[in-house]
């Protein structure tokens, strides 16, 4: 069974930083795409970075230029490097590969205070 942990949220200051990562269970994790997901109150559950087992990446455009998603295949975890966080970025964000399956774990808090 895949099991995805999410860490690394917090409470940040606008413009300020954070680090999330995911690790996962399972041996399908060096041949999946993968990606990082959130969801604000009240809003869907959105993409917002994706990389695949070679190491290409796409972004939403809400974070192109200020979110790095990476991934290191031999630790089965991938991570979201945050920078110049807005308050719009608050949201619980999670991990799964991708097409989606029912992996979602209990995912990570991120609160950006204006």
């Known amino acids: 069974q895949v099991q995805l942990v999410e860490s690394g949220g917090g409470l940040v200051q606008a413009g300020g930083s954070l680090r999330l990562s995911c690790v996962a269970s399972?041996?399908?994790?060096?041949?999946?795409?993968m990606g990082w997901f959130r969801q604000a109150p009240g809003k869907q559950r959105e993409l917002v970075a994706g990389?695949?087992?070679?190491?290409?990446?796409n972004y939403a455009d809400s974070v192109k230029g200020r979110f790095t998603i990476s991934r290191d295949n031999a630790k089965n975890t991938i991570y979201l490097q945050m920078n110049s966080l807005k308050p719009e970025d608050t949201a619980v964000y999670y991990c799964?590969?991708?097409?989606?399956?029912?992996?979602w774990g209990q995912g990570t808090q991120v609160t950006v205070s204006s």
């Open positions: 990389i695949t087992s070679g190491g290409r990446t």
């Open positions: 799964n590969v991708i097409p989606i399956k029912d992996y």
């Open positions: 399972g041996s399908i994790f060096s041949i999946n795409y």
